[in-house]
């Protein structure tokens, strides 16, 4: 346990975070990031079937990112916290997120497991995530 919260401590240091609180079991309590945004991409007409960016920051200014993906049944999310890969800017982590989400749907494109990874989920996710990313550019122009 010492050691764990050595490690998560040392973690938070990495965000600018240097609270020590320990909760009601003796484990270090998780620093929250700052800023946190939340971007859903896909079909949000049914319960669950999107996949979503989550964007946070450090006390120092380190960004975090976490994604979501979702096949309509099947899928993975990834937590929005001090562990995982570091960025120094917002548009840094918003685009390793989206390049990773895009690659995890074309993963899937075409997979023959149609009652898990629905075909129609992939597509409209991968549309949105174009999207948003014209969207992004063009704020950029102006």
């Known amino acids: 346990?010492?050691?764990?919260?050595?490690?998560?401590?040392?973690?938070?240091?990495?965000?600018?975070?240097?609270?020590?609180?320990?909760d009601q079991y003796g484990w270090l309590k998780s620093p929250q990031l700052v800023d946190m945004e939340r971007i859903d991409l896909g079909d949000t007409s049914h319960f669950n079937r999107y996949s979503m960016v989550k964007l946070g920051r450090g006390l120092n200014g380190v960004w975090r990112n976490a994604v979501g993906c979702n096949y309509g049944i099947a899928g993975s999310y990834s937590p929005l916290c001090v562990?995982?890969?570091?960025?120094?800017?917002?548009?840094?982590?918003?685009?390793?997120?989206?390049?990773?989400?895009?690659?995890?749907?074309?993963?899937?494109?075409?997979?023959?497991?149609?009652?898990?990874?629905?075909?129609?989920?992939?597509?409209?996710?991968?549309?949105?995530?174009a999207k948003y990313e014209v969207g992004q550019v063009q704020l950029t122009l102006f």
Do not use: C, P, W
């Not at 895009?102 to 949105?128: C, F, P």
């Open 1 to 22: 346990m010492i050691v764990r919260n050595i490690h998560a401590y040392d973690k938070g240091l990495e965000f600018g975070f240097t609270a020590v609180e320990l």
């Open 83 to 129: 562990f995982g890969k570091q960025f120094g800017s917002r548009d840094a982590a918003l685009s390793d997120a989206l390049n990773r989400l895009k690659a995890m749907m074309t993963k899937k494109i075409g997979h023959s497991d149609t009652s898990n990874y629905h075909q129609d989920v992939i597509r409209k996710a991968l549309e949105a995530i």
